[in-house]
């Protein structure tokens, strides 16, 4: 009895920590951070004492693996968005490690009569699809849509809640078919298999693309030490970009969950490829073994995943907001900005709809529109069944427009500003009296646009933004420009290699050439802040030497820009404009561009 008494004591104190987590604020990391540490710890001493008193609960309080499911599914909960907000890959891993034990002993599997057994079943579902949309694991994630749906077809909820989770099933598969905009083959000789779905490609079942995802290699996204090592000069102080402030709320834009398909992307962009933070981990774990002597396992409390101070590829903590107005947005702001250490740097990302609001006689109010939560859209961008209608929004209020004006309180500190929208000229005129580095990346004009790029066209982009795109892969984006959605293994290993190289050359044109701004040449001592410059770079001069044609039209106003402004002289370099022809002819398109 006592056992059972200390079970339920346990549980039901995890339990409200955990229903806690809800009403903290998004802001603040000393704020939410310890109240995160300690649901973890009573987790973890929850997850013990079941485990060691398994047998006696099962015939003392009626025990079921459903029940202990949960458990899990929470604890999976709680590293997944521990690491949305701390930005270590290795607490999703940990996510990871707690869903796939889930599926392997099947602890939902006699879910299938009680309807709240169902409902937490296919909340699982979805959460371990996201999860495994955010480590690349493809093929179990079309096993798990695979069956989610068939989870969704046995419930027995109503009409309404059964469209909303077919919804999500939907909505997921989607999301799997543009996240990646270009596949790798795993051999040559499956150039010649046919049947199988192609990278972007939406036609069969989830078990179809589930086969179909035999013919592909994983290939990382995230940031590798080795594409910005020996760009900076060392004599320089360190910098570290710190902050990173997620906004994605474009009224047209493919989502899963609370990530918007440029927000993922973003997401992806600024971090450090797993399998570096891991070599960082277990040379962490033999230096503590050798000065303590002994290392008992890493509890479940988060510490596992903790930032030692021999860690030097730390990823940025994130605030991602995908629903929010001006006033909370500058509130996070100035938190942000409130615990920044010397040295650190904020970085703020904006994916929204741009806005020009006319108040009486004064000026318009320009910027972009933070009052519209993406949709849920098709691969062809229309509205998916069962989701809100595309209509044309109400004008939000001036609360939720987002202008340079509401950056001047931030104008004494260093701010790298990227803005994918169809409206940011006005942060091109953006004015300060503080001397503060400032750079911005500005998106050229919007998909949604008529002159609508061969990408979009293709699906790849689906409501995302060219640039953004560019910023997250930029060889996934170069083939979207080229109307490829898969490459084979040895040409996109030689085109890896030859962008390796060319980011190389461009970084030393910066640092060399004497017309750099001084405010660039500041950020681009910041591994993830320079290979941005890097790619915004490529990505110019690749819209630039597109040639036009009847799919989509290249004009000057849609080539995205810096401020301030990047030298010309690097810009149209013919070693810059090398890179890209080059690599139009390793994978066979040199006719796409104008290499004169």
């Given at each position: 009895e006592q056992t059972v008494a200390k079970y339920k004591l346990l549980k039901e104190r995890a339990h409200l920590l955990f229903d806690g987590l809800r009403d903290l604020p998004r802001f603040g990391q000393k704020l939410w951070e310890p109240y995160f540490r300690r649901t973890f710890e009573e987790y973890n001493h929850l997850w013990t004492f079941q485990q060691e008193h398994r047998a006696l609960l099962e015939r003392g309080c009626g025990l079921r693996r459903a029940e202990v499911g949960e458990i899990a599914n929470r604890i999976g909960q709680l590293y997944y968005h521990f690491y949305l907000r701390q930005g270590d890959t290795l607490y999703l891993d940990e996510a990871f490690i707690f869903y796939e034990a889930i599926r392997?002993?099947?602890?939902?599997?006699?879910?299938?009569?009680?309807?709240?057994?169902?409902?937490?079943?296919?909340?699982?579902?979805?959460?371990?699809?996201?999860?495994?949309?955010?480590?690349?694991?493809?093929?179990?994630?079309?096993?798990?849509?695979?069956?989610?749906?068939?989870?969704?077809?046995?419930?027995?909820f109503s009409e309404r809640e059964v469209e909303h989770w077919d919804l999500a099933v939907r909505e997921l598969g989607a999301f799997a078919q543009v996240e990646r905009a270009m596949a790798v083959l795993s051999s040559d000789d499956a150039l010649d298999q046919e049947g199988a779905a192609g990278g972007g490609g939406s036609g069969g079942s989830f078990r179809d693309k589930c086969l179909a995802e035999s013919r592909y290699l994983f290939r990382s996204r995230r940031l590798w030490p080795e594409m910005v090592a020996g760009h900076c000069e060392p004599r320089t102080e360190p910098l570290k970009l710190h902050e990173v402030i997620l906004v994605g709320t474009r009224s047209r834009q493919l989502k899963v969950a609370e990530l918007p398909l440029d927000v993922f992307r973003m997401l992806l962009a600024l971090e450090w490829d797993a399998s570096v933070t891991k070599r960082e981990e277990h040379n962490g774990k033999k230096r503590q073994q050798q000065q303590a002597g002994d290392a008992s396992k890493a509890p479940l409390n988060g510490e596992r995943a903790a930032t030692p101070a021999h860690r030097c590829y730390v990823n940025p903590h994130k605030y991602v907001l995908n629903r929010t107005d001006a006033a909370q947005l500058l509130l996070v702001l100035s938190t942000s900005y409130a615990e920044l250490p010397p040295g650190g740097v904020v970085l703020l990302y904006l994916s929204a709809d741009g806005l020009a609001m006319q108040l009486g006689g004064e000026e318009p109010l320009c910027g972009v529109s933070l009052?519209?939560?993406?949709?849920?859209?098709?691969?062809?961008?229309?509205?998916?069944?069962?989701?809100?209608?595309?209509?044309?929004?109400?004008?939000?209020?001036?609360?939720?427009?987002?202008?340079?004006?509401?950056?001047?309180?931030?104008?004494?500190?260093?701010?790298?500003?990227?803005?994918?929208?169809?409206?940011?000229?006005?942060?091109?005129?953006?004015?300060?009296?503080?001397?503060?580095?400032?750079?911005?990346?500005?998106?050229?004009?919007?998909?949604?646009?008529?002159?609508?790029?061969?990408?979009?066209?293709?699906?790849?982009?689906?409501?995302?933004?060219?640039?953004?795109?560019?910023?997250?892969?930029?060889?996934?984006?170069?083939?979207?420009?080229?109307?490829?959605?898969?490459?084979?293994?040895?040409?996109?290993?030689?085109?890896?290699?030859?962008?390796?190289?060319?980011?190389?050359?461009?970084?030393?044109?910066?640092?060399?050439?004497?017309?750099?701004?001084?405010?660039?040449?500041?950020?681009?001592?910041?591994?993830?802040?320079?290979?941005?410059?890097?790619?915004?770079?490529?990505?110019?001069?690749?819209?630039?030497?597109?040639?036009?044609?009847?799919?989509?039209?290249?004009?000057?106003?849609?080539?995205?820009?810096?401020?301030?402004?990047?030298?010309?002289?690097?810009?149209?370099?013919?070693?810059?404009?090398?890179?890209?022809?080059?690599?139009?002819?390793?994978?066979?398109?040199?006719?796409?561009?104008?290499?004169?």
């Open positions: 392997r002993r099947q602890y939902f599997a006699q879910s299938t009569e009680d309807p709240e057994l169902q409902l937490r079943r296919l909340r699982y579902y979805a959460r371990f699809a996201i999860v495994c949309v955010l480590t690349g694991r493809r093929m179990l994630l079309f096993e798990l849509l695979s069956e989610f749906e068939a989870a969704v077809q046995q419930s027995r009052g519209v939560e993406s949709r849920a859209v098709s691969l062809a961008g229309e509205a998916l069944v069962g989701a809100e209608p595309l209509a044309t929004p109400t004008p939000p209020s001036p609360s939720c427009v987002f202008t340079p004006a509401d950056l001047a309180p931030f104008a004494r500190m260093p701010l790298f500003l990227v803005v994918e929208s169809s409206n940011t000229a006005p942060f091109l005129r953006r004015q300060t009296s503080f001397s503060s580095p400032f750079v911005c990346l500005l998106s050229g004009c919007s998909v949604d646009s008529e002159e609508s790029s061969a990408a979009a066209a293709n699906g790849q982009l689906c409501g995302g933004g060219m640039m953004t795109l560019f910023l997250h892969d930029p060889l996934g984006a170069f083939c979207a420009l080229c109307g490829l959605s898969e490459l084979p293994k040895h040409v996109c290993s030689r085109c890896d290699q030859h962008l390796l190289d060319g980011f190389r050359l461009l970084a030393r044109l910066l640092f060399t050439c004497s017309e750099t701004p001084a405010d660039v040449v500041y950020f681009l001592r910041e591994p993830f802040l320079r290979s941005l410059v890097l790619r915004l770079v490529f990505c110019r001069t690749a819209l630039a030497m597109q040639k036009q044609s009847d799919e989509g039209v290249v004009a000057g106003k849609a080539l995205p820009v810096c401020a301030p402004a990047l030298p010309e002289s690097v810009l149209s370099h013919t070693q810059t404009r090398a890179i890209v022809s080059t690599l139009a002819e390793l994978m066979g398109v040199p006719t796409l561009f104008d290499a004169s």
